[in-house]
């Protein structure tokens, strides 16, 4: 057997045969270990997109300036990104933020107040009233989102005096939460010196709220494979984490654990603080997403 062995092998054709199997197999093997490497490198999920929605929030919004007294509804003292549409999620209720003074006077001065629920157009016209009820108790004020997602609403609040008087109105723009997260975090710089703060970015497009663990996981690329790395540090600067859940900043949109909310349209800039790392190429997760559904992002840099 041995000997037939050897007799085949001398012929040219079946050695040049086995150098070509051999010679496929090893790029076959490097062209694997190299996508290991590369491919599992997604640092965003979806893309930037134009949305309608930031636009209709400001023509919604603007009209409670233009016909509101400001004696009952006074949004002021919002923060920046809450001056813009509020997410919400069909099938579940929309709890609008009312001041507690409004149910004293509705019970002591015969005030009422007008709820209305309209299905609208990006430029808030052409409603179709879901919802609509005359009443004295803020028990009311609530309202069940429909289907579909991604549909726009305005939520109305009218309030008149005993006598029937106009004094104040508010409108509420609210979009039912898309099914679809746009999101990306990048490492700011491609090489980084072994005592450097390592610098990202991270992004949420829109249009839904979510946010991200502050918990990131570091891995050197060592004999074709990525190794976590335990000597990485705490976070450099540590954004504000416990905040009580409004309906500018949902709970729904909360990881479990050390969440911190990422809004829509917003880049915020996380440095790292971390021990010196030998030189080689690393990758660094995060893990984002909502209370129902999370994600892991990464982005690669060298030490040099």
Do not use: C
């Amino acid at each position: 057997m041995k000997e037939l062995i050897i007799e085949v092998l001398k012929k040219p054709w079946i050695r040049i045969l086995l150098v070509f199997i051999l010679v496929f197999g090893l790029v076959e093997v490097v062209t694997d270990l190299t996508k290991s490497k590369t491919e599992s490198m997604h640092n965003s999920v979806g893309g930037y997109s134009v949305t309608s929605i930031q636009t209709f929030g400001g023509v919604v919004d603007a009209g409670s300036y233009r016909r509101g007294t400001g004696k009952i509804f006074s949004r002021s003292t919002r923060s920046p990104y809450e001056t813009g549409p509020i997410e919400v999620i069909p099938g579940e209720e929309y709890v609008p933020e009312i001041p507690g003074f409004l149910q004293r006077i509705m019970t002591k001065e015969g005030y009422t107040t007008e709820v209305t629920l309209e299905k609208v157009n990006k430029s808030a016209e052409n409603p179709i009233v879901l919802y609509s009820k005359k009443t004295s108790d803020m028990k009311d004020f609530k309202v069940k989102i429909p289907p579909p997602h991604g549909a726009l609403y305005r939520y109305t609040l009218t309030v008149r005096d005993g006598d029937g008087k106009f004094r104040d109105i508010r409108y509420d723009p609210l979009y039912a939460s898309l099914k679809d997260f746009n999101v990306a975090m990048n490492v700011e710089k491609n090489k980084y010196h072994p005592e450097e703060l390592l610098t990202m970015t991270l992004t949420n497009w829109g249009p839904n709220h979510l946010s991200y663990l502050n918990e990131w996981k570091i891995y050197r690329f060592v004999g074709w494979k990525w190794v976590k790395v335990d000597t990485w540090g705490p976070p450099e600067n540590v954004a504000p984490v416990g905040r009580e859940p409004t309906v500018y900043y949902p709970e729904h949109a909360l990881l479990k654990g050390r969440s911190i909310m990422l809004e829509p349209w917003i880049t915020k800039a996380v440095k790292l603080k971390r021990v010196p790392l030998v030189p080689g190429t690393y990758k660094i997760t995060g893990t984002f997403g909502t209370s129902t559904e999370q994600f892991t992002l990464e982005d690669s840099f060298i030490v040099d």
